[in-house]
């Protein structure tokens, strides 16, 4: 994981956030490669495999490279730590889980870029923009349990669609 680098897609919806076009992004993905794409406003609803979080006193603590000793040890209580992500059966995190309500409920678009649709609750997003009015547009290859519901879908791979959305936008802003 820390050898994989983000791709056009990841760096597309950085630059459109630099543009103060795209104002926030929810992913579920756990590699941290939105991060490392460059976008400032993340909120990671399924954590990251780039931290890790004590299992005794829920020190956390982010990795640049992957931990020399498995399992690694916390530095304050001893225990063990553990990726800081949401296994199966797990709530998700309070905070970020508010957070993205709060830009959902407020979007006036949102992108929903490469996910099946199916694993709740972050399937309910874009059904919360859409609720408050907002558009849903759907990128993906195949369809998904968000199609019913969107505005626009553009078939095809994340990478290739983020990057001929980059360049349409940039055009219309010249």
Not at 3 to 18: F, G, M, R
Request: proline fraction near 7%.
């Amino acid at each position: 994981m820390f050898k994989a680098k983000p791709n056009p897609a990841h760096k597309a919806l950085a630059k459109l956030e630099s543009m103060g076009i795209l104002k926030c992004v929810i992913t579920q993905n756990t590699d941290g490669l939105h991060r490392l794409a460059g976008s400032k406003c993340i909120i990671e609803l399924h954590g990251s495999l780039r931290r890790a979080r004590c299992m005794g006193c829920n020190y956390k603590i982010e990795y640049k490279e992957l931990p020399k000793d498995i399992p690694p040890k916390c530095p304050i209580c001893n225990s063990i730590m553990r990726p800081d992500v949401v296994w199966f059966g797990e709530p998700l995190p309070g905070k970020e889980w508010y957070k993205a309500i709060k830009y959902a409920s407020r979007a006036d678009t949102i992108l929903v870029i490469g996910t099946s649709g199916t694993v709740y609750p972050a399937a309910y997003i874009p059904f919360i923009v859409k609720e408050h009015g907002g558009l849903v547009i759907e990128i993906n290859v195949e369809d998904t349990g968000i199609t019913p519901i969107a505005d626009y879908k553009l078939k095809g791979k994340a990478a290739e669609i983020m990057g001929l959305v980059l360049r349409l936008v940039e055009n219309k802003l010249k």
